[in-house]
């Protein structure tokens, strides 16, 4: 029953190694998100799909991946770990933005690099 | 950069006392949101307030909106521990604009 579900919860795994995580909702929004929130709590967006086409990018490294195999599916591939990429990972949904639609969030994925 | 603000940082109450969080930001904005955050969980979308509105009511939550000030407030009544969460503004500048998250006010409730 849960809206919006983000596999794994923990993720611990080494510098260097590559590793998804996974997103799903069932609430028929067209628009889904991957935001990063860090230590001190500050959240920010990573990337933006509409109907599994990329709206927002906003400056993140290339090792990190999107991919949108259908609207109801937002997955995030990281490349290469780095230290610096051990953060809480939120995947959200909205219908689309135009007049203001909330957010829905997942309950997070926090992911330690070691 | 940053859009929202929030003051206090942290706030610490006894359970009946109202909450006041503060919210600043620096853009002209179609519409402000507040969401809340337990600890090990998502956000939760609380209340949204459009840029033409003042207050909004939701419950036990009154938001405001002063656009001239770019400042919103919103205010818990008679607090309950179970309302022990962090709180975040996020504005909203329209179309397909992103939603802009503040650090966020973390309030405990005591009982």
Redesign the interface.
């Known amino acids: 029953d849960t809206a919006v579900s983000q596999t794994p919860k923990y993720l611990v795994t080494q510098m260097g190694n590559d590793k998804s995580i996974k997103c799903e909702q069932n609430l028929g929004h067209d628009t889904m998100y991957w935001y990063k929130q860090d230590s001190k709590k500050f959240l920010k967006i990573m990337f933006s799909y509409n109907n599994k086409e990329l709206i927002i990018n906003e400056t993140v490294p290339n090792r990190f991946s999107p991919k949108s195999p259908d609207k109801a599916h937002l997955n995030l591939h990281i490349n290469s770990l780095e230290l610096g990429d051990s953060a809480v990972y939120f995947c959200a949904s909205s219908h689309p933005r135009e007049g203001g639609s909330p957010l829905h969030f997942g309950n997070g994925t926090r992911l330690t690099v070691t | 950069s ?1 859009q929202g603000e929030e003051d206090p940082q942290a706030l610490s109450i006894q359970e009946g006392e109202n909450a006041t969080m503060n919210c600043s930001y620096k853009t002209s904005i ?2 402000l ?1 507040w ?1 809340r ?1 337990n600890s ?6 609380l209340i ?1 307030i ?1 840029s033409n509105e003042r207050e909004k009511h939701s419950g036990r939550l009154r938001v405001t909106l002063d656009t001239s000030k770019k400042s919103s407030s919103l205010l818990i009544t008679a607090s309950r521990a179970a309302d022990t969460a ?1 709180y ?1 503004c996020a504005t ?1 500048k ?8 503040g ?2 006010t ?1 309030l405990t409730v005591n009982p």
């Open positions: 940053q179609n519409n949101q969401y955050q090990g969980r998502g956000l939760v979308h949204l459009r962090s975040f909203d329209g179309g397909s604009e992103k939603l802009v998250f650090k966020g973390k």
